[in-house]
């Protein structure tokens, strides 16, 4: 099916036309006609499968017949970031139409926001806590809102903005059309829709626990302390271009970064804790090919696009296995090809598991000798670990010896000690 049958405006098919977008995905062409039609709806789609468009083409070809000084459509979503990325393409699909669309969310004065919602909105785009803000200080009417959008609402579940979500819903028309998109079915998204849905159409395109097609998925089972190291190599070795690593916390996050930039390469860390400027300019910076490695959080494991990412590296296993479908969905976006490599310690097999648990499949395991973990007590283990080939590297100052020894793991992070002296006669090696 192409996009001129689905009934959509020319406008909006020459703006589509103009992003070389032909064919409808699945849940395109399932969901644009329920939203035309006006029927509430709960799309469940994986990332990368095009659920931004989804809404974003019938809510326009809907605007597009009538005008009203008040805000019209309102989508929410959980992240600044995703955000920005929907107002955009909300501006590159309505380029021919006469609509005005605004985003908001934190991180921006309210003063700003407030004179752009004042002189009337059709489109708005918003984060729940920002929005709540504006709905106390009066600077948001409500009174003419035709459709509601909840993007991504798992994750805007699991980040704990569900008291805000219900409190803005109690606060919208009750004559509204409702589209409900997540990325997973989890109780929390049914229990959501059953109580603020009506007669919803339920589209489901892929089961859970189903990674978008086209990603090629690699393990590499490495010693906690050679990560660093590891990452290096195969970036090196790989070519890559446009990396993604994703790690646990916002100071891994930082730490990596600048190692990697002391190794030579472009690299930048994005998290909760940099300011918005920072955030945006490190995403533009990402997307240009200014740098080659963003490093991030879980942050950027939902809603974001950037295309051309070529590598997803987990260089720590998510806790939830939900999570390491929705990193991996950066790569491989709009049916395109990409590769998700996770670096396995030790302690990460049973995530490891869960995950693979989760999608039903065995990911390969690629093992480097000079990188592979060696097990105490093991005869088959050397006990002196192979020489790494990035050594000169490591001596050079890229990334500095070990100055603590790991001696056992606590709620999955790792506890160090001082390395004692002359550990080597200690451990009975010399």
């Known amino acids: 099916m ?4 689905l009934g959509l405006a020319p406008e909006i098919l020459r ?3 103009a992003k070389n977008y032909l064919i409808p995905t699945p849940i395109q062409e399932r969901a644009i006609p329920v939203a035309l039609s006006g029927k509430d709806l709960i799309g469940c789609a994986q990332t990368g499968t095009g659920k931004t468009a ?3 083409l019938p809510i326009l070809h809907r605007l597009r017949e009538g005008k009203s000084p008040t805000l019209r459509a309102l989508v929410l979503v959980p992240t600044r970031e995703l955000a920005s990325q929907v107002y955009e393409n909300i501006r590159a699909y309505g380029h021919h139409l ?15 926001q407030k004179e752009s919602l004042r002189y ?18 009066g600077n948001v009417n409500f009174s003419r809102l035709e459709i ?3 993007d991504e609402t798992d994750r805007m579940l699991d980040m704990g903005f569900l008291p805000d979500v219900r409190t803005l819903l109690k606060s919208l028309p009750a004559r509204r059309q409702t589209l409900l998109f997540s990325a997973t079915m989890s109780q929390e998204v049914q229990t959501l829709g059953r109580e603020f849905l009506k007669e919803p159409v339920l589209i489901e395109i892929a089961p859970q626990g189903t990674p978008v097609g086209g990603v090629r998925q690699v393990v590499y089972p490495v010693d906690a302390g050679r990560k660093q190291a590891l990452l290096l190599h195969l970036i090196e070795k790989e070519r890559m271009q446009q990396v993604l690593v994703f790690t646990r916390t916002k100071h891994r996050a930082n730490h990596l970064a600048e190692q990697l930039h002391r190794c030579g390469k472009r690299a930048d860390a994005l998290h909760g804790s940099k300011s918005q400027g920072a955030r945006t300019q490190a995403l533009e910076r990402f997307r240009s090919g200014s740098i080659q490695v963003l490093v991030a959080t879980n942050l950027a494991a939902r809603g974001l696009d950037v295309k051309g990412i070529s590598h997803v590296v987990n260089y720590e296993i998510p806790e939830a296995p939900e999570d390491y479908i929705h990193r ?3 790569t491989a976006r709009a049916e395109a090809t990409g590769d998700a490599i996770s670096l396995m310690s030790p302690n990460e097999r049973g995530s490891i598991r869960d995950i693979e648990r ?7 395991r690629i093992v480097l000798k000079e990188f592979e973990a060696v097990v105490v007590g093991d005869p088959k283990s050397s006990p002196i670990p192979p020489r790494s080939p990035l050594s000169e590297k490591r001596n050079a100052g890229c990334f500095p010896e070990r100055s603590s020894l790991t001696v056992g793991w606590r709620s999955g992070i790792e506890i160090e000690r001082p390395r004692p002296k002359r550990i080597g006669r200690n451990l009975g090696l010399v």
Do not use: N, Y
């Not at 192409?2 to 049958?5: G, H, R």
């Not at 006469?98 to 700003?112: A, N, P, S």
């Not at 009337?120 to 106390?136: K, N």
């Open 15 to 17: 703006a589509v036309k």
């Open 148 to 150: 509601l959008v909840i």
């Open 98 to 112: 006469c609509l005005r669309t605004e985003v908001i969310f934190g991180g921006i004065g309210l003063r700003v």
């Open 328 to 330: 991996i969905g950066r």
């Open 2 to 5: 192409s996009f001129e049958k």
């Open 358 to 364: 989760l999608m039903g499949q065995t990911i390969p």
């Open 120 to 137: 009337g909105v059709d489109f708005l785009v918003a984060t729940p806590g920002r929005l709540l803000d504006h709905l106390r200080q």
């Open 54 to 56: 989804s809404f974003t």
